[in-house]
């Protein structure tokens, strides 16, 4: 699958830590991720929002630049979380008068209350991917909230039926990812934790939703999923609730999280096919790991799946770390991928 000047590629799982100039972080800390719009959050006045979430997005660049890695992402820096950007996009949507859904963590979250069929009324982030794509000359990597994940994050006041919801959602999902790629991204990822999350919704419906996201699509593509942000959800259960039901979905690479959770990797001999992307930094603590400790972690892997199908990640995003913090941990995954890459290739 890869070369070996291609060998454990490096990338953000797709956020990175947005300044304190820019967003009230301290705020955003303090709460659940937010499901509706809270532009409370940002620090700037909404006539220069836009300019200073470019120049945010430049700092993100340069940092994952600087850092080495071989994939970058815009870090995330327009959005107050992976999701509420685009599912507030979207016809059939009354983002004025919020509904109420329980969170992951089982308490009640405002969210967005669906009051007409779902569709796509504009491309959400083509200007943020043609601006990645003219700020840097490495592999760029888009990520898009999954069609399932948004529709539990809803109150639905329309569908009889969640699954025709999920498949609507699905739908808009397919018509943005069609334009990323057509705007430059080299891969889009779909973020679906609410797979792990209620694992026999996703079983009954949600797979069959990412699915037909991915419907048509022959770009490469990623769907992560995880255990929720570690600033959040301190807890970690020992393994995946949902995992190998993606051996058979057409997405090409699959994102988890093995830090943390000091997962037990033999889990991913169930994704034969799929390029996966290993998670090795722990982002539960402001402690940067060392070269070899995050080594380490990608070794643990190679028994259960080959070097050449692993892309070397976080955990998850890195939006809740202090920025020095989430720079020297992306330099210490560098390095550690460097050691195991020069130990498979000497």
Request: hydrophobic share 40%; aromatic share 6%.
């Amino acid at each position: 699958m890869a070369t070996i000047e291609t060998l454990l590629p490096t990338s953000l799982v797709g956020s990175y830590a947005q300044p304190d100039w820019l967003i009230d972080r301290a705020n955003l800390a303090g709460r659940f991720p937010p499901r509706v719009r809270v532009r409370e959050l940002w620090r700037v006045a909404p006539e220069w929002l836009e300019q200073a979430q470019d120049d945010a997005t430049l700092l993100a660049i340069r940092d994952q630049e600087r850092a080495g890695l071989d994939i970058i992402t815009d870090g995330e820096m327009r959005r107050e979380s992976y999701s509420n950007r685009f599912a507030t996009a979207l016809e059939g949507v009354d983002i004025d008068n919020p509904g109420t859904a329980l969170d992951r963590s089982g308490h009640p979250n405002p969210v967005p209350r669906v009051v007409g069929r779902i569709r796509r009324k504009h491309a959400v982030q083509v200007r943020d991917t043609e601006f990645l794509r003219a700020n840097t000359d490495r592999r760029i990597k888009m990520t898009v909230p999954g069609p399932f994940t948004m529709s539990q994050q809803a109150q639905d006041d329309f569908y009889d039926d969640p699954a025709e919801m999920a498949l609507d959602y699905a739908r808009a999902v397919n018509e943005e990812i069609r334009d990323l790629f057509a705007a430059g991204a080299d891969i889009v990822q779909i973020d679906e934790p609410y797979m792990q999350a209620r694992p026999e919704q996703a079983r009954d419906y949600g797979l069959a939703a990412l699915n037909a996201a991915l419907d048509g699509i022959t770009g490469e593509t990623a769907v992560h999923i995880c255990f929720g942000y570690a600033a959040i959800i301190h807890e970690r259960p020992e393994g995946y609730s949902f995992l190998p039901e993606f051996a058979n979905s057409p997405v090409n690479a699959v994102s988890i999280e093995t830090a943390q959770s000091k997962l037990d990797c033999s889990i991913l001999e169930t994704l034969p096919d799929k390029r996966i992307i290993l998670g090795v930094l722990d982002l539960s603590t402001h402690e940067i790991e060392t070269p070899e400790t995050v080594a380490a972690r990608i070794r643990r892997a190679l028994p259960h799946v080959s070097a050449d199908r692993i892309v070397v990640a976080p955990d998850c995003g890195l939006k809740y770390l202090p920025r020095n913090v989430a720079y020297g941990k992306m330099v210490a995954m560098v390095e550690g991928a460097r050691i195991v890459r020069a130990e498979l290739t000497s």
